[in-house]
């Protein structure tokens, strides 16, 4: 390797190690710097630096750690870390409060897309008052007498009931099996569960399912 690259990986280390003023491995050096020197040179960088002094050494066992010279940097009293410690608290509390406040509306901002726009609403709405219409046709020339449907459209369609009714108990139990099985490892309740994943249940939209 280069001397122009030996004394870039050096440059590199001792900037880092300096910034974070924190213990590191080789490893850990080479990672965070993104890969942009190979494990070898961050390796001899480190070395290098600490027969120079520039930074310090420590070992533990196999394991080699480096960090920032303190001499380098001011000293701190007392009151000046239990400063450093409140404002840490207040701003652990505040990063919390702040995902709690970006948790909720993401969930709104689901339930927003999940609805429906305002144009498919008028559509629907549309849709709905012709089906109005003609259901009240229907029912007026019904209670004149008319005969709507024969014997056999109507045994078809109790049959397709039927077959429908126990297709939804059947997806139901299904459902509520492998909710279960989420729910014996979730660490939370099944009702945030259920906000999580986005889930609408039959009691939320208050249906129940026919009896056959």
């Known amino acids: 390797m280069s001397k122009s690259k030996d004394a870039q990986a050096s440059r590199a280390v001792l ?15 080479c990672n965070n710097l993104h890969k942009e020197h190979g494990k070898t040179a961050i390796v001899k960088a480190c070395e290098v630096l600490t027969e120079e002094g520039k930074i310090k050494e420590k070992i533990n066992g196999k394991q080699k750690c480096y960090f920032a010279d303190q001499s380098q940097f001011p000293e701190v009293d007392d009151s000046e870390i239990k400063e450093m410690d409140v404002k840490i608290i207040k701003l652990s509390e505040l990063v919390q409060s702040k995902q709690e406040e970006n948790k909720k509306l993401e969930t709104e901002l689901r339930i927003l897309n999940s609805s429906i726009s305002t144009e498919d609403a008028q559509k629907e709405l549309h849709s709905l008052n012709e089906e109005c219409k003609n259901c009240k046709e229907k029912l007026a020339s019904l209670k004149g007498g008319a005969v709507q449907i024969s014997p056999a459209e109507k045994d078809r369609i109790y049959k397709m009931r039927e077959k429908f009714v126990k297709e939804w108990r059947k997806r139901k139990r ?3 099996d492998v909710l279960g099985a989420i729910l014996e490892g979730y660490p939370k309740t099944k009702k945030q569960l259920y906000e999580d994943v986005g889930i609408e249940t039959d009691e939320d939209l208050h249906v129940t399912v026919p009896e056959i």
């Open 174 to 176: 299904l459902t509520n």
């Open 15 to 29: 900037d880092y190690l300096n910034k974070q003023n924190r213990p590191y491995s080789a490893i850990d050096i």
